[in-house]
Structure formats: C-alpha cells, structure tokens
C-alpha cells in the first residue's frame, strides 16, 4: 500500500511541477515577447507578407539566425535561473510517507521549463517561420 500512495505521490509532485513550470514560462515569455525582444517585423507583418529580395537573402537569413540564436540564450539564461525560484516553492504533500519532493528528477531539471518557454515565445517561433521561408 506504501508503494502505491508513493508512486502517486510521486505522480501528483511531476503534474504539480508541471503546471508550475508551465505558468512560470508562459509568464516570462509574455515578457520576453512584449519588453525584452521587441521586433516591430514580427507584430506589424505577417509571415505571409515578408518578402525579401534575393541580394540581401543571405545577409537576412544569417541576421535571422543570430537572432535566433539571442533569443534561446535568453530563454536559457531565463529557464536556468527559473529554475532556482520555482524550487523555492514548497510541495505540499511533502515528507507523506517518507516521500521527498526534490528527490524527483522532473522536479529539479528544467526542461520542462525551457520547452514551455520555446513553445510559448511567439518571437521565436516568428524567426523560425521567416527562417524557413527564406531557405
């Protein structure tokens, strides 16, 4: 029975850190988007609408790759020290049973956090977009 209520414990600690991770990314790709990484290309024009002539193709798709590039490193930097604040908060079904909530490697990793940070970060996915269209 201890087994079981553990392994459970251990389900709700992954979801509940889940949501954590989720909410703290959405919040801080909200402020990526709008303060840290303003683009005016990426909010007045459509992916459809872009069109770059084919002289500065090359000198556009290396400034979209360095941008690209900047913007995972701030996700990165983010994401890392993310981390740090989001295992401050405490689980509250912690100690039941003996069961330790920073034992659980979904917990302490911070891919979750960087994977919700890439997905939401519209700027991102914007670059991205005009990457491929331009290639």
Same mark, same amino acid.
Do not use: H
């Given at each position: 029975?201890?087994? *079981?209520?553990? &392994?459970?414990?251990?389900?709700?600690?992954?979801?509940?850190?889940?949501?954590? *991770?989720?909410?703290?990314? /959405?919040?801080?790709?909200?402020?990526?988007?709008?303060?840290?990484?303003?683009?005016?290309?990426?909010?007045?024009? &459509?992916?459809?609408?872009?069109?770059?002539?084919?002289?500065?193709?090359? *000198?556009?798709?290396?400034?979209?790759?360095?941008?690209?590039?900047?913007?995972?490193?701030?996700?990165?930097?983010?994401?890392?020290?993310?981390?740090?604040?989001?295992?401050?908060?405490?689980?509250?079904?912690?100690?039941?049973?003996?069961?330790?909530?920073?034992?659980?490697?979904?917990?302490?990793?911070?891919?979750? /956090?960087?994977?919700?940070?890439?997905?939401?970060?519209?700027?991102? &996915?914007?670059?991205?977009?005009?990457?491929?269209?331009?290639?």
């Amino acid at each position: 029975m201890k087994s *079981y209520i553990l &392994s459970l414990l251990k389900y709700i600690a992954i979801l509940y850190s889940t949501i954590l *991770y989720s909410i703290f990314g /959405l919040g801080i790709t909200q402020i990526i988007d709008k303060y840290i990484y303003y683009d005016a290309d990426d909010i007045n024009l &459509s992916i459809d609408k872009l069109n770059y002539s084919k002289k500065n193709n090359n *000198y556009n798709n290396f400034k979209l790759l360095f941008e690209i590039v900047i913007i995972i490193s701030i996700i990165s930097i983010v994401s890392f020290a993310g981390c740090s604040i989001i295992k401050l908060i405490p689980f509250p079904l912690n100690n039941i049973y003996g069961f330790n909530y920073y034992e659980v490697n979904e917990v302490t990793s911070g891919v979750i /956090l960087s994977i919700s940070m890439m997905t939401y970060c519209n700027t991102l &996915s914007n670059k991205i977009k005009r990457f491929k269209k331009n290639t």
